[in-house]
């Protein structure tokens, strides 16, 4: 006789009879209670449950294990105990969903087509968020006292003067590979003068607003989205609202702003940092003095390659911010969201910036500029 409150099977030949507890804690001694009942009894035998019998969810597994799932072989006068029974017979009877079959190319052109719509209401939101901060510009520009300038302030100080170390090193070091390349290639044709042509052009059209661009998106606009998107998970924006401010004004202008300043003057340090590094590899592989190169630079590089890259940067900066902003608010409130919205910001800035700045090259060809 088992000691009491441990669990019973009894077998009388017409039904098996349980008894004491079928809960979690004896799982082990129920499983193997079962197992040894299996052998023995009939395969339409019936299980009656004592009144007295505490049973939970594990114990009504292994009941309904033994009678193969059939809810109706189980047998108790305890209402509470039987709907039990029935819940698990529920639960377990649902079919696992089935693996969706991969449907080879009509899959590929699905994802294919739901990319495209994806990226068709990224731009249908960016179109709207752009038009929401220039009718933001407009409301405040005749406004002084709307202006936030301690925050746009803290802004430039954050974008710009703390990426101006980052930025020129890179476009110093930039510059420099290019120079290098070009005097291997050019050395052969006996025109490695003009390398300090292939220098300037490169960074004064294009390397110097285009590096620049691609840093700060990395950095400032990830950065921008990462914040907002804090805030929005902490609920700090429907604050802001409810103090009678509009998000727009109080999150987005002075980031925009700030990008506006702070990245012409980045795209001004990169090409000079990119000049000279062209120059350090000029001087110390092709036997030409400083003087030399920049005189050449001076003689032979028209001021509209540079006004060319500085017109594109304030389009750059607007671009970012607004990208940057815009992924900020989509966050939707975990710390999950914040980070996938926050690569897809850099990911959406950084395509935005080369397609632009490619579209920007083809135009100023046609217009011999």
Not at 169 to 180: E, Q
Not at 185 to 213: H, N, P, Q
Request: one cysteine or more.
């Amino acid at each position: 006789m088992s000691e009491r409150g441990s669990a019973q099977l009894v077998d009388d030949g017409s039904r098996i009879t349980i008894r004491g507890d079928w809960t979690l804690e004896h799982i082990s001694e129920l499983a193997a209670l079962c197992a040894q009942m299996r052998k023995a009894a009939r395969s339409d035998v019936a299980l009656d449950i004592e009144v007295e019998s505490r049973i939970d969810t594990a114990g009504a597994s292994v009941l309904l294990d033994l009678v193969a799932g059939d809810s109706q072989r189980v047998l108790t006068a305890n209402d509470a105990t039987r709907q039990l029974i029935a819940a698990v017979a529920r639960a377990e009877g649902v079919p696992p969903p089935k693996r969706k079959r991969d449907a080879g190319f009509l899959g590929i052109v699905a994802n294919v087509g739901n990319a495209l719509e994806a990226m068709w209401r990224n731009t249908l939101g960016l179109v709207g968020f752009i038009g929401l901060i220039l009718s933001s510009f407009a409301r405040s520009a005749l406004r002084p006292s709307q202006w936030r300038t301690t925050s746009t302030v803290a802004h430039i100080e954050q974008t710009g003067l703390n990426a101006t170390p980052i930025v020129a090193l890179l476009c110093f070091l930039v510059g420099a590979v290019v120079a290098f390349l070009g005097a291997v290639v050019l050395r052969d044709f006996g025109a490695s003068i003009f390398t300090v042509e292939l220098v300037g052009y490169s960074f004064l059209r294009e390397f110097g607003v285009l590096l620049t661009a691609i840093m700060v998106a990395g950095r400032s606009g990830s950065a921008f989205t990462a914040q907002i998107g804090s805030m929005k998970a902490r609920e700090e924006i429907d604050a802001i609202r409810t103090l009678g401010l509009q998000p727009v004004d109080v999150l987005v202008m002075p980031r925009v702003i700030a990008l506006l300043v702070s990245l012409p003057i980045l795209t001004l340090v990169g090409m000079l940092a990119g000049i000279i590094g062209g120059a350090v590899v000029c001087v110390a592989t092709l036997d030409i003095s400083p003087l030399m190169f920049f005189t050449r630079l001076q003689e032979t590089t028209s001021i509209r390659h540079f006004w060319v890259g500085m017109s594109k940067a304030p389009l750059f900066a607007f671009l970012i911010a607004a990208i940057g902003c815009m992924e900020g608010f989509k966050v939707s409130g975990s710390a999950e969201s914040v980070g996938t919205h926050t690569t897809s910001s850099v990911v959406q800035s950084i395509f935005v910036v080369i397609l632009v700045d490619a579209l920007a090259a083809v135009f100023f060809l046609e217009i011999d500029l």
